[in-house]
T-cell receptor, first 113, second 112 residues
Framework: QKEVEQDPGPLSVPEGAIVSLNCTYS??????FMWYRQYSRKGPELLMY????GNKEDGRFTAQVDKSSKYISLFIRDSQPSDSATYLC?????????????FGAGTRLAVHP | NAGVTQTPKFQVLKTGQSMTLQCAQD?????MSWYRQDPGMGLRLIHY???????DQGEVPNGYNVSRSTTEDFPLRLLSAAPSQTSVYFC???????????FGPGTRLTVL
């Protein structure tokens, strides 16, 4: 079983739709939960991070973590064509002095006008 | 403040050739790392460094060497390129381990 599972998509939605992106994970040691956004032919950029179960909101974006189910989500409200990108979930943990950041494979999102 | 820069942007190699991918940051970050990104695989850590003179292996280190002689630079060397090393390579840096990582624009490498 992979440590992180993320549906690669592609996900195609109309402008204004609510988008839900999800990742599941298996490692209980994961401490920080992050979402990166990657535009085509660019490097990833951090969008949101959290370290506790619950919701964290930033503008049109909401990150949700459910540690008991080992499930994280990113919701995008009022989606815009500029949101078209690949979204990668990422998990950080410290284990025996070795610092590790693990990424999901990414979900490709297309928002069409 | 240029952030994280990578050169070259594109490179084509023949099997067996060697080359160095350059990475530099001007944010005085201690932590630097190299990832490769392949379709369906996400980003996988190749090597990382927690400061000048200190490097360690990541998840997929075979076929790659690194060194960190200065805080700013973290080059990645391919000793004898193989087709399996065809990928997009990203360099990233952060102030320290666990902080927000800033990624460079990537180098697209094709090995024939």
């Amino acid at each position: 079983q992979k440590e992180v599972e993320q549906d690669p998509g592609p996900l195609s939605v109309p402008e204004g739709a609510i988008v839900s992106l999800n990742c599941t994970y298996s490692n209980s040691a994961f401490q920080y939960f992050m979402w990166y956004r990657q535009y085509s032919r660019k490097g990833p950029e951090l969008l949101m991070y959290t370290y506790s179960s619950g919701n964290k909101e930033d503008g049109r974006f909401t990150a949700q973590v459910d540690k008991s189910s080992k499930y994280i989500s990113l919701f995008i409200r009022d989606s815009q064509p500029s949101d078209s990108a690949t979204y990668l979930c990422a998990f950080y943990f410290l284990s025996g002095g070795y610092n590790k950041l693990i990424f999901g494979a990414g979900t490709r999102l297309a928002v069409h006008p | 403040n240029a952030g994280v820069t990578q050169t070259p942007k594109f490179q084509v190699l023949k099997t067996g050739q060697s080359m160095t991918l350059q990475c530099a940051q001007d944010m005085n970050h201690e932590y630097m790392s190299w990832y490769r990104q392949d379709p369906g695989m996400g980003l996988r850590l190749i090597h990382y460094s927690v400061g000048a003179g200190i490097t360690d292996q990541g998840e997929v280190p075979n076929g790659y060497n690194v060194s960190r002689s200065t805080t700013e630079d973290f080059p990645l060397r391919l000793l004898s390129a193989a087709p399996s090393q065809t990928s997009v390579y990203f360099c990233a840096s952060s102030y320290r381990v666990g902080d927000t990582q800033y990624f460079g624009p990537g180098t697209r490498l094709t090995v024939l």
